[in-house]
């Protein structure tokens, strides 16, 4: 595929001195990190600086009688107990809603409960002191009384006329529900040869990150304004919202975000925490912090997944897929979670069904109940592992029933690399993906035959080990069509202002944001490469509202595709400005210059005209000099969102090799491959490490990580021993391959690459686990995939 | 997550350590490794008035071989256990036990000592003192006492140990000649607490046990060594003389449920161990019919 542009040359020619593009430099904030002088929310003070603890329900479900704070309030370092009533005074309480998600609903939810608790984990009092420790002393003086009520914990009762409604004012316990009718998928399932069924459980998980969430509020009287120090992906977001709630203006509030430690979607929402921790400060007067402790993580980061998904194919003896349905149930908690609601990954599940595949016959229902549990809301892939994990397993369903090999089965139906563009039954539109040159990129990296070949050797000997497959599509690049439409100030576009400053050295703002994933390496790459400026020359400025343009920060895979088209269109035009100062001050003309290894140079022959420096300090000191009626314009803005298409499909596939020993049902991860396209490769190794942090967090889905609730809503497994995070010693070694078909609707060509590890890392152990105990005519189709749960399978225990 | 309040105080000998614990009891605790009573503290499940810290105890930690018999003081780090040559040559099951304990992090504080008075049901080093017949000394301001480690464990966090005594050192006996020895565990991950697991110490002479301590661990409210051992010594092992034994275990063990597995998953991997362990320790791969047996 040819991508038509109007300044080729810049992305093409990777043998100049400055072309980053396509190559794996390193990350310009490695030192800064490695020396410890990275800038973390957690690690802040400020003078007068109130720490504040959160006292929250050990209830899922129960009624606040009343609290007394009054010993709380007497124990020395306290500077305040707030209640929600209380701070109610300063903050408006909000709704997660989006009306392009028709008919979800929810209740208002206040920054700290007032009057109920709604789960275990809830906020019921902020306790405010001069340090962390003596907050906790205090919280544990609080005497709340709670009347319990009977919590809404089973989902799959969530709707019966017997369960208690928890909001009654919505009615019932319903908050959002889509079906979806394409095709003739009744007359699709009659003329199949087989129909396949199976009920497909997710555990509820979470993102946990290594830094967990935290915000410094420091609210100045004088100036009435709010600054706010927080790990956050979306800035603008957190202004946005902060300002609406405690009745500001936007330019009343800046946010300032620096080092984040992960972030993986938790922290693209908004916590009732974090909002009380704004009014505290406006409150108190002062700055408050709050750092989630690890269990309060837990109990309050959002969760995700959780979802029973009862899925059919329908399948031609020759392989042929005629049709999907699924009726897919899941339950996010009592609030849909503010601002992008917790309706979104329900409905991606919807879309993404079947995505890689031929057939038009598909058919879906979801349903989203509300119970008393945390809240659940986007992470990492939102919808995606469950709607590959459901098509794959499937797939290979269909595939056993008629016998056929689960490569030959995907072959047969996925959509042919020709056939772009195209559309999913669900509507998606697809503008270029390579699902047949993927497959065969892999199979060639595996040696699938060689392996089929070792894994019935070893079959025989007792061992028993699985392949498996999985293709899936992923949503990058949103458009205004994921939130803007809906109502939600959740910029879609982004902004970079580039610079030369008076010594040649460029300053880059963006607003994109940076919690790892290298959006500072990959901006500067860009602009390096279109300016022919060395690398550590070009500085990124990101994560303040006061000092960067307006935009939506770094989630759903947009920072690169977005943020990177935004910082070559702005480099681009600086370029320009470049060219022609210099052209005025050599007596040529812009078209014979360009700019190489920080000079000017002349375009024919390459030679030097002038180092940048020079030009920089005739521009800036001495303009006297340049011809009559130069302005020189060394900066440079430009804005970018996706106009042509709602989302850049990428797509990919992934395969796991491992063994089961089904005397103990414990699975060993042996490999792991990889093969994605997300177009333009800006720095190769930024997007293997994408793809490897994806895929582990995939397999702990897979295998590990489940926010195990008993009946009566309490998390039991609210820490870092008994919930099980995927760990470097039971990872596999993930092997990543690329094919690149950039998108045609950008210059720069990048999709995102975040979240395709994540996407089918589950699908691909789920199925190779079912592929190593097919002899025993065991099928599961749970996660987490537990030595119990295979055990029981085997019919062992 | 922060600890309440507490009083601290250094030790600067063991009397001053028993004399602390004597006017304070149960109300004090013992900082060792910490690895175990830190986070406790931090989770505030445990709220101690006094800390009394013995890591300046030098006369607590090291390993010494004389005779036949290793000493190693209550203060002797996993990492020194398990770099030990001594430990290595002469109680070789714990060389291979210590990597199991968590993680390099931790073995690096954590103590002999800490981990044997904590008593936790799914550590593997209570088991192994079971498993090598150890005695726990421990001191009291009356004197000292010797426990074997059989006696020693009590309960879920329960030993012999009382409020006023301190664990001093434990003794192994050197391994003898044809002994052997096996360990495994299975845990979700690498580094955490056990399902189930299985510390085991052998003397094999002409193909069969002349003496065999298994030690279960993970599977009930302390390390269990297993009567069914008996069925397994002087004879010949064969597949239905195992699965004697196992069916014995299975009567014998009285395990939990949590969220890792139930108690039926756990007696089942305790038939597995035991299969695998007599198969290892026989080198006998035929044994190894896992939980089919």
């Avoid at chain 1, 608790?117 to 002393?137: F, L, N």
Wanted: aromatic residues 6%; glycine residues 8%.
């Amino acid at each position: 595929m040819t991508v038509t542009t109007s300044n080729p040359e810049v992305l093409s020619e990777l043998d100049r001195p400055n072309s980053y593009i396509g190559k794996s430099v390193p990350r310009p904030n490695l030192e800064r990190l490695m020396q410890g002088r990275g800038l973390y929310v957690s690690d802040m003070e400020l003078p007068r600086m109130g720490h504040v603890v959160f006292l929250r329900s050990p209830h899922a479900h129960a009624k606040i009688a009343g609290i007394d704070a009054a010993a709380a309030r007497s124990v020395p370092g306290v500077i305040a107990v707030v209640t929600g009533k209380e701070l109610a005074a300063v903050i408006t309480p909000w709704v997660g809603v989006l009306s392009h998600l028709k008919g979800l609903k929810s209740a208002p939810q206040h920054a700290i409960a007032i009057g109920r608790v709604c789960w275990q984990g809830e906020a019921v009092a902020a306790i405010v002191a001069t340090s962390r420790a003596v907050a906790e002393d205090a919280a544990e003086i609080v005497r709340v009384d709670y009347e319990e009520l009977e919590a809404v914990t089973d989902m799959r009762t969530a709707l019966d006329p017997a369960t208690p409604v928890i909001h009654p004012s919505l009615g019932d316990n319903l908050a959002f529900e889509r079906n979806l009718d394409a095709g003739e998928v009744d007359a699709a399932f009659a003329g199949s040869d087989a129909v396949v069924e199976a009920d497909f459980i997710f555990g509820r998980h979470t993102g946990v990150t290594l830094e967990p969430r935290s915000v410094v509020a420091d609210w100045n009287a004088a100036e009435v304004r709010l600054t706010i120090y927080q790990g956050t992906q979306a800035p603008h977001m957190v202004q946005n919202l902060a300002a609406l709630h405690l009745g500001l203006s936007e330019s009343q509030v800046r946010v300032v975000c620096k080092d984040v430690g992960g972030s993986f979607g938790i922290k693209v929402h908004l916590y009732a925490d974090e909002m009380a921790t704004y009014a505290l400060s406006k409150l108190l007067r002062r700055p408050i912090k709050f750092v989630a402790d690890r269990v309060e993580s837990f109990n309050t980061d959002i969760h995700a997944r959780d979802h029973r998904c009862l899925g059919r194919i329908g399948v031609r003896r020759d392989g042929v897929i005629t049709a999907f349905e699924i009726d897919d149930l899941t339950g996010i908690g009592p609030y849909s979670m503010y601002p992008r609601t917790s309706a979104i990954e329900a409905n991606q599940v919807v879309n993404l069904v079947g995505g890689p595949y031929v057939t038009k016959n598909y058919r879906a229902r979801t349903r989203v109940v509300l119970q008393n549990k945390n809240v659940m809301c986007q992470y990492r892939a939102v919808g995606h592992p469950i709607a590959c994990s459901v098509t794959e397993g499937l797939v290979d369903l269909a595939a056993a029933k008629i016998g056929m090999d689960p490569v030959e089965i995907r072959r047969r139906n996925l959509i042919a690399d020709n056939a772009y563009p195209c559309a999913s039954p669900s509507g998606l539109r697809f503008e270029l993906l390579s699902h047949h040159a993927a497959m065969n990129k892999l199979m060639t990296m595996m040696d699938y035959d060689a392996l089929r070949a070792e894994q019935a050797a070893l079959r025989s000997k007792g061992i028993h080990r699985g392949i498996g497959i999985a293709s899936f599509i992923e949503v990058t690049n949103p458009s205004a069509a994921f939130y803007g439409v809906g109502g939600a100030k959740i910029s879609s576009q982004d902004g970079v202002a580039v610079r030369l400053d008076a010594q040649g050295s460029v300053i880059c703002q963006t607003s994109i944001t940076e919690q790892g994933q290298g959006s500072e390496s990959l901006t500067a790459q860009i602009v390096g490469s279109v300016l022919g400026v060395s690398m550590e020359r070009v500085r990124v400025i990101l994560g303040d509202t006061d000092n960067t343009p307006y935009g939506g920060g770094t989630w759903a895979s947009r920072g690169a595709g977005i943020g990177g088209e935004a910082a070559l269109q702005a480099a681009k035009v600086l370029r320009r400005n470049i060219l022609d100062v210099a052209a005025a001050i050599l007596q040529s003309s812009s078209a014979e210059l360009d700019i190489a290894d920080n000079a000017i140079v002349n375009a024919g022959d390459g030679a030097s005209r002038m180092e940048l420096r020079e030009l920089a300090r005739i521009v800036y000191f001495r303009p006297d000099t340049l011809p009559p009626g130069v302005q020189p314009e060394l900066m440079a803005t430009r804005h970018f969102v996706p106009r042509e298409y709602p989302f850049a499909f990428t797509n990919g596939v992934q395969a796991s090799w491992l063994e089961v020993d089904t005397d103990t049902g414990f699975v060993k991860l042996l490999r792991h491959w990889v093969v994605e396209d997300c177009g333009t490769l800006i720095n190769p190794q930024l997007v293997d490490e994408q793809i490897r942090g994806g895929v582990v967090q995939g397999l702990g889905a897979a295998l590990f990580e489940k926010c195990a609730y008993d009946e009566r809503g309490q998390l039991t497994n609210a820490n870092m021993a008994d919930y099980l995070v995927p760990m470097s010693g039971e990872m596999p070694d993930i092997d990543v391959g690329h094919v690149v078909s950039p998108t045609a609707e950008t210059e720069l060509g990048a999709k995102g690459a975040g979240e395709a590890g994540t996407a089918g890392a589950a699908a691909a152990v789920a199925n190779a686990v079912n592929d190593a105990l097919r002899p025993f005519g065991a099928v599961i189709t749970e996660i987490p995939l537990t030595p119990q749960t295979i055990l029981t399978a085997l019919g062992r225990i | 997550m922060k600890a309440a309040a507490f009083a601290y105080a250094r030790a600067t000998s063991v009397m001053n350590a028993l004399e602390l614990l004597g006017a304070h009891g149960d109300r004090a605790k013992v900082l060792s490794g910490g690895q175990s009573l830190m986070p406790a503290m931090n989770l505030r499940l445990i709220s101690p008035e006094l800390i009394i810290d013995i890591g300046e105890l030098a006369e607590l930690r090291g390993i010494a071989v004389s005779g036949s018999i290793i000493r190693i003081g209550a203060l002797t780090r996993h990492v020194d256990l398990l770099k030990s040559p001594d430990i290595a040559a002469h109680a070789p099951l714990l060389t291979e036990a210590i990597a199991h304990v968590a993680h390099p992090a931790i073995r690096n504080r954590g103590t002999i000592g800490g981990s044997l008075a904590h008593a936790d049901p799914a550590s593997e080093l209570p088991a192994c003192m079971v498993a090598l017949n150890a005695t726990i000394i421990v001191r009291g301001q009356g004197g000292e006492r010797r426990v074997a480690a059989e006696d020693f464990f009590k309960g879920i966090y329960e030993t012999d140990l009382s409020a006023q005594e301190l664990l001093i050192s434990v003794e192994l006996p050197v391994a003898g000649k044809n002994s052997r020895h096996f360990f495994h565990e299975f845990a979700r991950r690498h580094g955490d607490y056990a399902i189930a697991g299985l510390a085991a110490q052998a003397i094999v002479e002409k193909d069969a046990f002349t003496d065999l301590r298994l030690v279960f661990f993970a599977v009930g409210d302390r390390p269990v060594l297993a009567r069914a051992a008996t069925n397994l010594v002087n004879v010949t092992i064969t597949p239905p003389v195992l699965a004697t034994a196992s069916a014995a275990l299975g009567e014998d063990l009285d395990p939990q449920d949590d969220q890792q597995a139930s108690a039926s998953m756990r007696r089942h991997l305790a038939k597995v161990l035991l299969a695998r362990g007599a198969s290892a320790l026989l080198g006998r791969p035929d044994l190894n019919a896992g939980g089919r047996a």
